[in-house]
């Protein structure tokens, strides 16, 4: 579109002998490129406006084939659920005695049906832990409601018991459970397709965001535009499963962008560059606590430092202050972590560049480039609890 309207233009000021000459980089060829940008903007925004008004007045169907047009799926019926590496729903024994003691195992829980302190709302254990060892007496337990709907959602220590007696063991959840929902109702699912019509600032993002959603394998995306001059963008992405895709992934994916967005406008598709942090820290607790209950704070904090670093976006920055307040956060007996003044222990960065790498103590924020994501090596992270 771009080099199309730029072309015309230049053709009307040659036939009108306005320009005879046109040297590329002059300060003519400049204008020109700035008065193509404005009137490919333009139409780009005329055409936004028009889709916007039918998108306006959509319902049923019609609201679905725009879900579809921008990858946007009506939100359906869901059965509340949680999940053990959530560390929620916990199955413990009622003496203490560790499982290998009191069972020889664990007892035949998957599959049990368990219920509320109302007794009207049933829910099925799926799995347990699998990191849970013989030697202790608690296992967090993924659990899924029986029917769907919103009427399942639990609150703190709801759960109370199992349906079908199994002897010395006491069921609860420790956060509540709010993810059951009914079907997305048009008026919703109308509110949220225009608020992500809205966030595109031409049909170009609309164009990439659909081509990107095409592709599972794809997880993080940062789309950095004019990266190398007016009309074009570098996509950064990162997979959902490994480090990188191969460049053949990448030229497939580069392919169906440039099918979807407006001819003249140049893109690339990169791997984003990844920062891999490591983390070791003391946590101090205001009371005594036994030998199961650290395990269990330990594997809490993990869970909820893995999870802030998992939700940073490629090019996002971590402030040191944030992970300290995560792992503070996490129980109300926690007195401080590393050294008196509150401070990490160790927490280093590796940054890898060209066949080199270059591994340094962090004393401050974590920044990066727009092109390179901060990653936690989950083997790196170690808490000992005192």
């Known amino acids: 579109m771009f080099n199309e309207i730029r072309e015309q233009l230049l053709s009307d000021l040659y036939r009108k002998k306005i320009l005879t000459v046109n040297s590329s980089g002059s300060v003519l060829d400049q204008l020109v490129n700035a008065i193509a940008l404005q009137i490919e903007r333009l139409e780009a925004e005329g055409r936004r406006n028009l889709q916007s008004s039918r998108l306006n007045t959509a319902q049923g169907g019609q609201l679905d084939e725009w879900g579809d047009f921008l990858f946007e799926a009506r939100l359906v019926e869901r059965k509340a659920n949680s999940l053990y590496r959530e560390m929620n729903v916990y199955v413990q024994t009622q003496n203490g005695e560790t499982w290998e003691t009191a069972y020889g195992g664990f007892p035949p829980i998957i599959g049990k049906t368990i219920f509320d302190r109302t007794n009207t709302k049933r829910f099925i254990i799926r799995e347990i832990d699998p990191t849970t060892t013989l030697n202790s007496n608690i296992a967090f337990v993924s659990v899924e409601a029986v029917t769907p709907g919103s009427t399942n959602n639990l609150g703190e220590g709801d759960l109370r018991g199992f349906e079908e007696s199994v002897n010395g063991l006491i069921v609860s959840n420790r956060y509540s459970i709010s993810n059951g929902a009914e079907i997305e109702s048009d008026e919703r699912y109308l ?84 920062v891999i942090v490591s983390l070791e820290t003391r946590v101090t607790t205001t009371v005594p606590i036994t030998v199961t209950e650290k395990e269990i704070l330990k594997r809490s904090i993990k869970a909820n430092i893995l999870r802030l670093f998992s939700d940073l976006r490629i090019g996002e920055f971590i402030e040191l202050e944030s992970i300290a307040s995560e792992i503070l956060g996490t129980d109300r007996r926690i007195k401080s972590i590393g050294s008196s003044e509150g401070t990490l222990d160790k927490l280093t960065m590796s940054i890898f560049e060209g066949d080199f790498t270059y591994t340094e103590t962090v004393t401050e924020d974590i920044e990066v480039n727009e092109n390179e994501i901060i990653i936690l090596d989950p083997s790196s992270l170690n808490i000992e609890i005192v």
Do not use: M, W
């Open 191 to 274: 509110a949220r397709l225009l608020n992500k019509f809205r966030g595109f600032r031409s049909f170009t993002e609309i164009g990439i965001q659909s081509s990107l959603n095409r592709f599972s394998n794809i997880g993080k995306v940062n789309s950095v535009n004019n990266s190398k001059g007016i009309c074009s963008t570098s996509i950064y992405v990162q997979p959902v499963t490994g480090i990188t895709l191969t460049p053949f992934q990448l030229d497939e994916i580069e392919r169906e962008v440039r099918r979807n967005i407006p001819s003249g406008h140049s893109v690339e598709v990169l791997n984003a560059n990844q």
